[in-house]
């Protein structure tokens, strides 16, 4: 999670555990691992959160950096997902180098709708992409602007019956509760997105020669720095 959105660090804290226990429980890693580089000294990871894409990313390249800037996402981060050879900064994107040494992979997930200047934040990204190196984004994408508080309510007593049958019901109950309540529909409510053809022209514009899909309701994008 990064600066200069419509969130602060606090919003961020208040929700590490529940979100660190929702997002390591449904989501994989395989849009990340499936787009690794030839090359693995380097990677970074932008709005690392608790470090699980950072973990993941750990045992194929020589040194994983994660960035964010809440400190609640960054402890977790550091007690659950530490390695030798990750490090874990309290760091705005914005203050990114694009003169720094060069990472040979650089991910980002569900964050870049956070972002305010997205062209400027993947024009950074780019700049400090080494050459052979990949960017791979992966962030939510919605038809309208906001979803409605409601549709955010509504979505967990639809999604129960199938998390009770494919995780049991204490964590299914866990990540229920997280759903519902106030601090996340809260977040959800001031999240502002774009959407699929906006994200789409972002990406083809700033990144030309993404290659795009789509991974359930987020949109995955990956840019390779073809120069020798």
């Known amino acids: 999670m990064l600066k200069n959105d419509q969130h602060n660090p606090e919003s ?21 691992l499936s787009h690794m580089p030839r090359r693995r000294g380097r990677a970074l990871d932008v709005g690392c959160g608790t470090g699980i894409v950072a973990q993941a990313l750990a045992p194929h390249f020589g040194h994983v950096r994660g960035i964010d800037i809440s400190e609640g996402m960054l402890h977790l981060a550091r007690t659950r997902r530490g390695a030798p050879n990750i490090s874990y900064e309290n760091r705005d994107a914005a203050a990114l180098a694009p003169n720094s040494e060069p990472y ?57 019956p ?14 229920f509760k997280f759903r519902i309540s106030k601090p996340w529909l809260d977040h959800l409510a001031a999240d502002v997105y774009l959407t699929t053809a906006e994200s789409e022209s972002l990406f ?3 990144l030309p020669g993404s290659s795009l899909c789509r991974v359930s309701v987020f949109l995955g994008a990956v840019w390779e720095n073809k120069e020798e």
């Open 104 to 160: 040979d992979y650089i991910v980002s997930r569900t964050t870049l709708h956070h972002i305010a200047d997205k062209p400027a934040l993947l024009r950074t990204l780019a700049q400090l992409c080494a050459p052979g190196g990949r960017v791979a984004i992966l962030d939510c994408v919605c038809e309208t602007r906001t979803v409605p508080r409601w549709k955010s309510a509504l979505t967990p007593i639809l999604c129960l």
């Open 204 to 206: 083809s514009t700033v």
């Open 162 to 175: 199938g998390d009770l049958a494919t995780m049991g019901p204490r964590a299914a109950a866990r990540i």
């Open 12 to 32: 961020f804290d208040a929700l590490a555990q529940g979100y660190d226990f929702l997002d390591s429980t449904l989501n994989n890693n395989d849009f990340f």
